[in-house]
């Protein structure tokens, strides 16, 4: 078997939450060797987040098992100059460090990206932050929640009665997450090695709504919230059925012709208000209930499978535990389970990445650790004996 992408590096993940463990999943699933650095005594504040309450007393929260599968942990106090010691001698091993600390903080700890480069001038230093690391909200906090409204993600998320929504999951922290992940790999691609990245969560979300943002500034249209209609064309969206909703797409002349003619609604084509495809999409209203007038004398998954059999695209409307169930999800590996893991007490199933390199889903060996599980295998490679790592963790170091 090859080796993984990623598989002679190494990483110091010192970051919280989702953004920066999002990354850092992602790279310890190309197979980067991730030490995660936490807080002694509390670690990643993910630990103690997620629907199940007793995990999340035990320290492994849901939210922390969702993305830190395949790391190491252990634990530093970066305010005590031994840890801070230590940690620079660690650093002189890594190859990337991510984090995602409100700007100014890693410098007042005094391990900064400037001091961090006169120890490894080949360091990949990632600040993941809300806002990037200058300008005049550089000293603002920023969840998910802040960049979401900031980005205005919200403002076109529902429709015209419900916008503004928020999306409904941290989208903003995972695209984020997803961007800082990008540029460490393309990074580590450099010759010679060593980069200082600065992501900003409000500017990857706008990077994302690529398609609204130029919508605006190319073509100064406003935008607004739609709902499950696709703007760009008609009839595309959700549609009602029998028994729900389901999806079509027929964005193409010939899937409207096709459509139509499955239906039954030939005679719309003649219809001026529906005649080309800025025809339908003004009067999609009016277009859509014709549709849904037939739509609703059958089950959506009658529909599903017989437009897709005729080349227009359509699907189903399902729930998360729906989609997870789906052949198309589950046969692919995309989930990985572990069996009675440590400090958790039973088996968890978790997602990976979407991705397949030749064929295969990239896996990591090991569950999501408990804090601080690495210490002695971590600070002992760096020359600590038994003696000396009993001595700092006594005293707090780690």
């Excluded at 999340?56 to 599968?69: P, T």
Aim: with cysteine.
């Amino acid at each position: 078997m090859p080796p993984s992408p990623l598989s002679d590096i190494r990483v110091l993940d010192l970051t919280n939450v989702l953004a920066g463990p999002f990354a850092c999943h992602h790279l310890a699933h190309m197979g980067a060797e991730v030490i995660k650095v936490e807080a002694v005594g509390r670690g990643d504040l993910a630990r103690q987040l997620g629907a199940d309450p007793d995990l999340n007393e035990k320290g492994m929260g849901v939210s922390f098992l969702a993305q830190n599968a395949g790391k190491k942990s252990v634990t530093l106090n970066l305010k005590d100059a031994r840890g801070k010691a230590l940690f620079l001698r660690l650093v002189q091993t890594a190859d990337v460090l991510v984090e995602n600390f409100r700007p100014g903080v890693m410098d007042r700890l005094g391990v900064g990206y400037e001091t961090l480069k006169s120890a490894r001038p080949e360091l990949i230093y990632c600040a993941i932050s809300g806002f990037g690391q200058d300008g005049p909200w550089v000293d603002r906090p920023a969840y998910d929640q802040i960049v979401q409204g900031a980005s205005g993600l919200m403002s076109i998320t529902g429709d015209e009665q419900s916008a503004p929504l928020r999306v409904g999951y941290p989208v903003s922290d995972t695209v984020g997450g997803m961007t800082a992940a990008f540029a460490v790999a393309a990074a580590l691609n450099a010759r010679p090695r060593g980069a200082f990245i600065d992501v900003s969560m409000l500017e990857a979300t706008l990077s994302t709504m690529g398609w609204v943002v130029s919508n605006h500034l190319i073509a100064q249209a406003a935008p607004g919230a739609h709902g499950n209609e696709n703007p760009t064309s008609a009839p595309s969206g959700a549609f009602v059925a029998g028994d729900g909703l389901l999806n079509i797409a027929a964005n193409k002349e010939a899937q409207w012709v096709l459509l139509t003619d499955h239906l039954g609604l030939a005679a719309l084509r003649k219809d001026p208000r529906f005649t080309t495809r800025e025809d339908r999409k003004r009067n999609r209203v009016a277009l859509k209930a014709a549709l849904e007038a037939v739509l609703r004398t059958r089950p959506a998954g009658h529909w599903v499978t017989e437009l897709n059999q005729i080349g227009v695209p359509a699907g189903p409307v399902l729930s998360v535990p729906e989609a997870l169930a789906l052949p198309q999800v589950a046969d692919r590996g995309f989930l990985d389970s572990f069996a009675d893991v440590p400090g958790v007490g039973r088996d968890i199933t978790v997602a990976t990445t979407g991705i397949k390199l030749d064929g295969a889903p990239p896996k990591v060996a090991t569950p999501p650790p408990e804090l601080g599980a690495h210490n002695a295998q971590v600070w002992g490679s760096l020359g600590l004996d038994d003696a000396e790592l009993d001595s700092l963790k006594a005293e707090g170091v780690i």
